[in-house]
């Protein structure tokens, strides 16, 4: 009977691999902050310290502990607080009705119109005739003084009335006269002018002066609205702004593994797959080393058989 043919090795488990290489690169540590341990799981769910587990643990150091327990306790008196203080918010937007109207318009009920200079020609007319009357009233005792000595001059001169020479001096001083007259005339005109001037450059300032009275009211109004709105506005973020403050107290988290260094990791499955390869070389060897065995003997009978067969023949 021949021998038997061996098995070829067999190949890496790949769960074991696999816990190997875990436990491996499980390196207990112990740091100021607390320690990391690796173990597994009991069966009542308690941590069980060793090795070759999948659970680990984290202890945290006695001041760890008591700084997160006293910054828990702080989060819940803040909670606690701020309960009944978020039953009480307004959720509703801000009631804008108790403010004071918005303004965009002005009241021209109160403004006088737009004035013309033309609303003024009376007023420039009355000047004009009591510029001229007042300025003739004190004239006129003056010509009529003036026309006497001119007549007491003329006779005097032995130039009669109605004759050439009396009619050419009446005659310079009426053109005299006349020119003041004219002269007058142009000064009062010039007098209502000003006066109607003056009395449309007061009209334009008063109404201007109305409608920055007017302009007034509506910025003061929508200015108080505007603080209003602001200041209630302050007031409700500013309460937010607390309780997201008391809210927002998060008690210290315990150590987390990231506060651990991570070791080099140690390599298991390189090298149980190298060793797989070595074998797995190493049997196929022995595999061609038997075929060539085998095919020798083979060759050698072979011979002897085919010699036996010629010396018989």
């Known amino acids: 009977m021949g021998k038997s043919r061996s098995a070829p090795p067999p190949p890496p488990d790949a769960g074991q691999l696999a816990q190997q290489q ?51 306790d702080l989060a819940l008196t803040a909670q606690t607080s701020a309960a009944p203080r978020i039953q009480n918010l307004p959720l509703s937007p801000i009631d804008t009705t108790q403010f004071p109207e918005r303004r ?7 403004v006088n119109p737009v004035p013309s200079s033309a609303d003024f020609s009376e007023d420039a007319k009355r000047v004009e005739q009591a510029t001229f009357d007042r300025a003739l009233g004190l004239l006129n005792p003056q010509f009529e003084q003036s026309q006497r000595r001119l007549d007491t001059r003329l006779v005097n001169a032995g130039l009669p009335i109605g004759s050439e020479a009396y009619g050419t001096e009446m005659g310079n001083f009426q053109r005299e006269r006349d020119d003041t007259l004219s002269r007058l005339a142009m000064d009062a005109v010039g007098a209502g002018r000003a006066e109607q001037s003056r009395l449309f450059g007061q009209a334009l300032t008063g109404r201007q002066a109305q409608l920055g009275d007017q302009l007034a009211d509506v910025n003061l109004q929508n200015t108080q609205r505007a603080a209003a709105i602001n200041e209630n506005q302050a007031l409700r973020t500013g309460e937010l702004g607390e309780l997201a403050a008391m809210l927002g107290l998060q008690p210290v988290q315990p150590v987390q593994a990231q506060a651990f260094f991570a070791p080099s990791p140690v390599d298991v499955v390189g090298p149980a797959n190298l060793a797989y390869q070595g ?16 095919g020798g003997l083979f060759g050698l009978g072979s011979a002897a058989l085919g010699a036996g067969i010629r010396k018989w023949g």
């Not at 597994?40 to 984290?58: D, E, K, L, M």
């Not at 965009?104 to 109160?110: A, I, M, P, T, V």
């Not at 074998?279 to 085998?294: C, D």
């Open 22 to 72: 875990a436990q491996a690169n499980r390196i207990t540590q112990y740091t100021p902050q607390g320690t990391l341990q690796f173990g597994s799981v009991g069966s009542n769910g308690q941590f069980v310290p060793g090795t070759g587990g999948a659970a680990s643990q984290i202890t945290e150091s006695p001041f760890q502990q008591r700084y997160r327990m006293g910054m828990e």
């Open 104 to 110: 965009f318009n002005l009241d021209f009920s109160g």
């Open 279 to 294: 074998a797995l070389a190493n049997y196929q060897n022995q595999q061609q080393r038997q075929q060539g065995l085998l």
